[in-house]
């Protein structure tokens, strides 16, 4: 089946400049997470999705950022205002169940490469 | 709170060889999973292999083996017979239960021909 998929796969924009990344998790998994990787560093946790809630939106770094999920599917990042230190790779992975047990492997995309100049 | 440690951020390895990637954590779980990701240049995060905290046996998956050694909390990936394509960076990941995973810093693993 399909797994994970993301868009725009590069987006490269203007400091100040809104940018909406998406990703369309695999189908019926029920938690969605985001997750952002600078150059040559670790993955660094921002939001998770249990359905369409966001029980806890303090991964992400500032209020620019923000999220949502429609139709338990879905799920758009949106950046305001950008700047140069959200230059980075976007990715975003679903689980069936947000749980315990191998049924919460997260499955990854592609991610989105994001360069702010 | 979780915690992963992966004290070798490189690691080279022959062609065909065996090659062990150290991964310990930290958890006050007493039921939890341990995952393994591959991340070759392409970006992609790739699910190689899981462990449950109270399987009996280590996990295998092909080339892929945990050897887990639950009271010294590691989960060390030992790749056999390695091969080039096996170049990447590894992750050690454990979940924070309802929330998110929690990865270590890596591993950058590159197989010499």
Redesign the interface.
């Known amino acids: 089946g399909a797994g994970v998929s993301q868009s725009p796969s590069n987006k490269v924009t203007e400091k100040g400049k809104d940018v909406e990344l998406r990703c369309d998790p695999i189908s019926g998994h029920t938690a969605l997470?985001w997750?952002r990787q600078r150059l040559g560093?670790?993955?660094e946790?921002l939001i998770?999705f249990q359905g369409n809630s966001a029980?806890?939106k303090s991964?992400l770094p500032s209020d620019r950022f923000s999220a949502e999920r429609t139709g338990e599917s879905v799920s758009t990042l949106t950046i305001q205002r950008t700047q140069q230190e959200d230059s980075a790779?976007y990715?975003c992975?679903s689980s069936s169940v947000?749980?315990?047990?191998?049924q919460?492997?997260?499955?990854?995309?592609?991610?989105t490469?994001l360069l702010v100049l | 709170a979780q915690k992963i440690t992966q004290t070798q951020p490189g690691m080279f390895v022959q062609e065909k060889e065996a090659v062990t990637l150290d991964c310990t954590y930290d958890t006050s779980d007493q039921?939890?999973?341990l995952?393994w990701?591959k991340q070759p240049s392409?970006?992609?995060?790739?699910?190689l292999i899981?462990q449950?905290s109270y399987d009996e046996q280590n996990a295998t998956e092909g080339r892929y083996s945990l050897n887990f050694q639950k009271a010294r909390k590691s989960a060390n990936l030992v790749i056999s017979a390695s091969q080039l394509g096996d170049s990447a960076m590894y992750?050690c990941a454990i979940?924070?239960?309802?929330?998110?995973?929690?990865?270590?810093?890596?591993t950058r693993l590159s197989v010499l021909p």
């Open positions: 997470y997750y560093q670790g993955l946790f998770y029980p806890d991964g790779v990715l992975a947000l749980g315990r047990g191998r919460e492997t997260q499955y990854f995309g592609p991610g490469r | 039921s939890y999973g995952f990701y392409s970006g992609e995060m790739i699910f899981y449950g992750f979940p924070n239960y309802g929330q998110n995973f929690v990865f270590g810093p890596g």
